[in-house]
Structure formats: structure tokens, C-alpha cells
T-cell receptor, first 118, second 114 residues
Framework: AQKVTQAQTEISVVEKEDVTLDCVYE???????LFWYKQPPSGELVFLIR??????QNEISGRYSWNFQKSTSSFNFTITASQVVDSAVYFC???????????????FGTGTQLKVEL | EAQVTQNPRYLITVTGKKLTVTCSQN?????MSWYRQDPGLGLRQIYYSMNVEVTDKGDVPEGYKVSRKEKRNFPLILESPSPNQTSLYFCASSYSSRVAYEQYFGPGTRLTVT
């Protein structure tokens, strides 16, 4: 069965600090997809990134970067020079491509609450 | 504008009173799904649909029903709500049922059952 662990329940940082959110996953499939979503205080879920299991290249998008390491089953998310607007709950999620009958099911971690203070 | 809409956004009801939460997407997406979000548990899948008239249970289907008579709509039905169904509910849709593309989420429905 697929599982996603976000061990950090809550992280507090001061603005402009860098912060890394950890995500560890478990799956028996060789083909799978990993996602990060952001949930700001307003409550909606905002898609950040999708990565398939065959692409281990790190990705950078502005102040955001993602480090995918299959050897450690991790897909960590780093925010550089954090800002107050980054305050949100961040979810890591996994979808197994070979999952029978529900190929698009997302299994979510429990989320990490990030608080960025002035 | 491409979007997933849910109604109502907020609902307070009493135990046993049937209710329906509507979900609609305007992107002609094949896959639709319902999740519930509870503190400390993240989001868990309730039901999903791979196409019109094709639905199946997710991880926590007890007490819920769904239907998919049209491609754009995927209502969630609580026949006899109970307090343990108090939660934040999200509808989501995705382009394909076979490939895990990005899922687009609705704004959420906060349900309280007293």
C-alpha cells in the first residue's frame, strides 16, 4: 500500500530564512507520481509540482525547489528566502500509476504547517 | 475560467437529515474524486469516478454515496449524516483516469453535523 509521511507537523521561521519541508513515501510500484500542494489560510488547495518516478532531476521555480531522491524515497521541498505569504499548510502526495481501478488516486501526507513571521 | 465548483461552501445540519454536496467541473475532465480533510489525517479519498457511470470506493466510503450521470457533475450524497462526518470536503477533477495528471480542487465544503 502507498503511504506518505510528513514528519514535521509545524515549522516556524523568520522571514528570509530558508526552510525545507520533508516528505518520505512508500510504494511498491516502479512508476508513480509525486505532488506538492499548498493550502493557505483561505483553505483552497493550490497545485505546486508534479514529478514522475523516472525523473530525478531537481526542479527550481523561483524561490521554490524540490529534491527528489529515489534512493531514500524522499521528495523534499525547499523555500528560499521565505516570506509571510508562504505561511500555509503544505501537503505531499503520491499516486501509483499501476493502482488497479483508481489510477489517479492521491494519497496525502498529514501536512506541514509553515509559519513565517516577521 | 477553468474551475471546479462546490456547493454549498458551508453547511450545518442535524444527524439523519439527508444532504447533497454538488460538484461541477468545466474542463471536460475524465476523472473526479471526493476527499475529506480532518486534522492530523490529511486528505483521504471517499469515492472516485473514472468516467460517466463508473464510480468506485476510495479509502473511507462508509456513509457516503455518489453518482456520475454527466461528465461534469459528481455529487456527494450523505443519506443519514452522523457527527463523525463533520469535516472539510473537497471535490477534485483531473484530465485522465489512467495517468496521474494534476488534480484541480474545488474550494471545499465545510460540513458540521450536530
Amino acid at each position: 500500500a502507498q503511504k506518505v509521511t510528513q514528519a514535521q507537523t509545524e515549522i516556524s521561521v523568520v522571514e528570509k530564512e530558508d526552510v525545507t519541508l520533508d516528505c518520505v513515501y512508500e510504494t511498491r510500484d516502479t512508476t508513480y507520481y509525486l505532488f506538492w500542494y499548498k493550502q493557505p489560510p483561505s483553505g483552497e488547495l493550490v497545485f505546486l509540482i508534479r514529478r514522475n518516478s523516472f525523473d530525478e532531476q531537481n526542479e527550481i521555480s523561483g524561490r521554490y525547489s524540490w529534491n527528489f531522491q529515489k534512493s531514500t524515497s524522499s521528495f523534499n521541498f525547499t523555500i528560499t528566502a521565505s516570506q509571510v505569504v508562504d505561511s500555509a499548510v503544505y501537503f505531499c502526495a503520491l499516486s501509483e500509476a499501476g493502482f488497479t481501478g483508481g489510477g489517479n488516486k492521491l494519497t496525502f501526507g498529514t501536512g506541514t504547517q509553515l509559519k513565517v513571521e516577521l | 475560467e477553468a474551475q471546479v465548483t462546490q456547493n454549498p461552501r458551508y453547511l450545518i445540519t442535524v444527524t439523519g437529515k439527508k444532504l447533497t454536496v454538488t460538484c461541477s467541473q468545466n474542463m471536460n475532465h475524465e476523472y473526479m474524486s471526493w476527499y475529506r480533510q480532518d486534522p492530523g489525517l490529511g486528505l483521504r479519498q471517499i469515492y472516485y469516478s473514472m468516467n460517466v457511470e463508473v464510480t468506485d470506493k476510495g479509502d473511507v466510503p462508509e456513509g457516503y454515496k455518489v453518482s456520475r450521470k454527466e461528465k461534469r457533475n459528481f455529487p456527494l450524497i450523505l443519506e443519514s449524516p452522523s457527527p463523525n462526518q463533520t469535516s472539510l470536503y473537497f471535490c477534485a477533477s483531473s484530465y485522465s483516469s489512467r495517468v496521474a495528471y494534476e488534480q484541480y480542487f474545488g474550494p471545499g465544503t465545510r460540513l458540521t453535523v450536530t
